[in-house]
């Protein structure tokens, strides 16, 4: 069974940085992409970040770019998402995913694209 657990969320002050954490339990690590979604109250789920662990290709939205790092630690199979200088519009229950690619093709922004979800970790960010 295909299962991710996100940990790492919490209450940070503006400005602050914060790690989030994936623990991806997979048959084989490089056969999957996956992607942070976040969504903040009363709006759509959004696409933050993305890895094809194939070959560590990564994309990332242009709101979150500069200040948010995606990357991954094939021997513990664990995604981690970096984020740098919070804002209060980074405020949001944020969300592993993940993707059978088979090795082959892009990760996407899309969450149509992903067929497992961990259960969210909270992020607040402080003014």
């Known amino acids: 069974e295909v299962q991710v657990v996100e940990s790492g969320g919490g209450l940070v002050q503006a400005g602050g940085s914060l790690r989030l954490s994936c623990a991806a339990s997979?048959?084989?690590?490089?056969?999957?992409?996956f992607g942070w979604f976040r969504q903040a109250p009363g709006k759509d789920r959004e696409g933050v970040s993305c890895?094809?662990?194939?070959?560590?290709?990564?994309r990332s939205a242009d709101p979150v770019k500069g200040r948010f790092t995606i990357s991954i630690d094939n021997a513990k199979k664990a995604v981690y998402l970096q984020i740098d200088t919070l804002k209060p519009e980074d405020t949001a229950v944020y969300f592993c995913?993940?993707?059978?690619?088979?090795?082959?093709?892009?990760?996407?922004?899309?969450?149509?694209?992903?067929?497992?979800w961990g259960q969210g970790t909270q992020v607040t960010v402080s003014s």
């Open positions: 890895i094809r662990v194939s070959d560590g290709t990564t």
């Open positions: 997979v048959p084989r690590f490089d056969d999957y992409a």
């Open positions: 995913a993940a993707e059978y690619r088979g090795g082959r093709g892009p990760c996407y922004l899309d969450d149509y694209e992903y067929d497992y």
